[in-house]
C-alpha cells in the first residue's frame, strides 16, 4: 500500500506545471505566458513539456504561429483552475490573521469613494481587515492572486463572474468659486481654460457636440492623465472640468467646486464590484459584500446584478 502511495505521489504534476499550463492556455503563447509568471519562454516550454510527459498526453498544438489547445489540453484547463485555485483560497486564508477582504481599484476611485467609508465598515466589523491595492490598469487573475475583487471601469460585462454594478458615471462640469467673481457661469466657459481628464480630449468633444456653442471654441486646455489631478487642478482655479458627479460629491456639497451648466454627460462606462462566485461566502468577504450593497443602496443607486 505504501509501494502504491509512492507511486501515484511520484505521477502527480506540480502547481507549477499547472500554473505553466493554465496560463499557455490562456494567453495562447509561451513568451506572453513567460512574461505573467516572470519566466524565460524556454522555461514555460519546458514546463508544459514536463506535464505532456507526466499526462502522456499532448496537451498544445505548436504551430509558427499560434499555440493551439488540444482536447486533452482543454479537459485539463478547468480542472487546473480547480486545483489551482483551492491551493489560492488555503494559502490566502491560512497566511491571513483573522478574517480579510483584499480589493483592486482605481486609485481615484479608492481614495474618494471606498477608503471614506470603510470606517463604517470597520464599525460594523472590527475583526475584518481590508487591503486596497492600485493596480487598476490590471484585471486580477483571481485563480493565482490572493485579491478578492476589483472595482472595476467601464462598459464591459462579467459573464463569467459575481458584478455589482454601483453608479453610472455622469460628467458635469464644474469650477471653483474663485472663476466665477465678477462674472456669470455662461460668459465664463466661453473664455475659461478646459482641464481635461484623459489625454484624448474626448470629454470635451462629447460635450460640444452635446451643448454646442457653451463653450468658445477656442478655450485653451489643460490636459492630464487622471481624473484626480484633473480635480485638483480644478480646485486650485485653473479652469473648467468634467468630472464625475459621485467622486466629487464632498467638494460640491461643500462648495469647493461650483457646478457651472445644468447639462451632463453620460459616458456609458460604470463602476463595477466583479469577484469569482467562489468567494462569495468565504468569511470576510460575505460580510464586506453585505455592507457595501446597504451602502449602495442607502446612497441611491440601483442595484442589478450581472453574472
Given at each position: 500500500?505504501?509501494?502504491?502511495?509512492?507511486?501515484?505521489s511520484?505521477q502527480?504534476?506540480?502547481?507549477?506545471l499547472?500554473?505553466?499550463?493554465?496560463?499557455?492556455a490562456k494567453?495562447?503563447?509561451?513568451g506572453?505566458?513567460?512574461e505573467?509568471?516572470?519566466?524565460?519562454?524556454s522555461?514555460?516550454?519546458?514546463?508544459?513539456?514536463?506535464?505532456?510527459s507526466?499526462?502522456?498526453?499532448?496537451?498544445?498544438?505548436?504551430?509558427?504561429?499560434?499555440?493551439?489547445?488540444?482536447?486533452?489540453g482543454a479537459?485539463?484547463?478547468?480542472?487546473?483552475?480547480?486545483?489551482?485555485?483551492l491551493?489560492?483560497?488555503?494559502?490566502?486564508?491560512l497566511?491571513r490573521?483573522?478574517?480579510?477582504?483584499s480589493?483592486?481599484?482605481?486609485p481615484?476611485?479608492?481614495a474618494?469613494?471606498?477608503?471614506?467609508r470603510l470606517?463604517a465598515?470597520?464599525?460594523r466589523?472590527?475583526?475584518?481587515?481590508?487591503?486596497?491595492?492600485?493596480?487598476?490598469?490590471?484585471?486580477?487573475?483571481?485563480?493565482?492572486?490572493?485579491?478578492?475583487?476589483?472595482?472595476?471601469?467601464?462598459?464591459?460585462?462579467?459573464?463569467?463572474?459575481?458584478?455589482?454594478?454601483?453608479?453610472?458615471?455622469?460628467l458635469?462640469p464644474v469650477c471653483?468659486?474663485?472663476?466665477?467673481t465678477?462674472?456669470?457661469?455662461?460668459?465664463?466657459l466661453?473664455?475659461?481654460?478646459?482641464v481635461?481628464?484623459?489625454?484624448?480630449?474626448?470629454?470635451?468633444r462629447r460635450?460640444?457636440?452635446l451643448y454646442?456653442?457653451?463653450?468658445?471654441?477656442?478655450?485653451?486646455?489643460?490636459?492630464?492623465?487622471?481624473?484626480e489631478?484633473?480635480?485638483?487642478a480644478?480646485?486650485?482655479?485653473q479652469?473648467?472640468?468634467?468630472?464625475?458627479?459621485?467622486?466629487?460629491r464632498?467638494?460640491?456639497?461643500?462648495?469647493?467646486?461650483?457646478?457651472?451648466h445644468?447639462?451632463?454627460?453620460?459616458t456609458?462606462?460604470?463602476?463595477?464590484?466583479?469577484?469569482?462566485?467562489?468567494?462569495k461566502r468565504s468569511?470576510?468577504?460575505?460580510?464586506?459584500?453585505?455592507w457595501?450593497?446597504?451602502?449602495v443602496?442607502?446612497?441611491g443607486?440601483?442595484?442589478?446584478r450581472?453574472?
Amino acid at each position: 500500500m505504501q509501494g502504491a502511495h509512492r507511486k501515484m505521489s511520484r505521477q502527480l504534476p506540480s502547481i507549477e506545471l499547472l500554473q505553466a499550463f493554465l496560463t499557455v492556455a490562456k494567453t495562447e503563447n509561451f513568451g506572453k505566458a513567460g512574461e505573467s509568471l516572470n519566466l524565460s519562454q524556454s522555461a514555460v516550454s519546458r514546463q508544459v513539456a514536463q506535464l505532456e510527459s507526466r499526462m502522456a498526453c499532448r496537451l498544445f498544438e505548436r504551430h509558427t504561429r499560434k499555440i493551439v489547445v488540444t482536447p486533452e489540453g482543454a479537459a485539463l484547463v478547468p480542472v487546473a483552475e480547480q486545483v489551482i485555485g483551492l491551493l489560492s483560497d488555503a494559502s490566502s486564508m491560512l497566511g491571513r490573521v483573522g478574517r480579510s477582504v483584499s480589493l483592486r481599484a482605481h486609485p481615484t476611485m479608492a481614495a474618494r469613494w471606498l477608503i471614506p467609508r470603510l470606517t463604517a465598515f470597520y464599525q460594523r466589523y472590527p475583526d475584518v481587515s481590508v487591503s486596497v491595492d492600485t493596480v487598476y490598469h490590471r484585471f486580477p487573475d483571481f485563480a493565482f492572486e490572493s485579491i478578492d475583487a476589483m472595482f472595476a471601469y467601464g462598459t464591459a460585462t462579467w459573464p463569467d463572474y459575481e458584478a455589482m454594478p454601483l453608479w453610472e458615471e455622469a460628467l458635469i462640469p464644474v469650477c471653483a468659486p474663485q472663476l466665477l467673481t465678477g462674472t456669470d457661469s455662461q460668459a465664463m466657459l466661453k473664455t475659461a481654460r478646459l482641464v481635461d481628464s484623459s489625454m484624448d480630449r474626448l470629454d470635451w468633444r462629447r460635450w460640444d457636440d452635446l451643448y454646442p456653442d457653451t463653450t468658445g471654441g477656442d478655450n485653451g486646455h489643460l490636459t492630464f492623465d487622471t481624473l484626480e489631478s484633473a480635480i485638483v487642478a480644478t480646485k486650485c482655479g485653473q479652469g473648467v472640468a468634467l468630472v464625475d458627479a459621485v467622486l466629487t460629491r464632498e467638494e460640491l456639497l461643500e462648495q469647493q467646486l461650483i457646478r457651472v451648466h445644468p447639462g451632463s454627460i453620460k459616458t456609458g462606462g460604470r463602476y463595477t464590484l466583479v469577484y469569482p462566485k467562489r468567494v462569495k461566502r468565504s468569511s470576510g468577504f460575505a460580510e464586506f459584500l453585505e455592507w457595501l450593497e446597504r451602502e449602495v443602496a442607502e446612497a441611491g443607486f440601483a442595484l442589478t446584478r450581472d453574472g
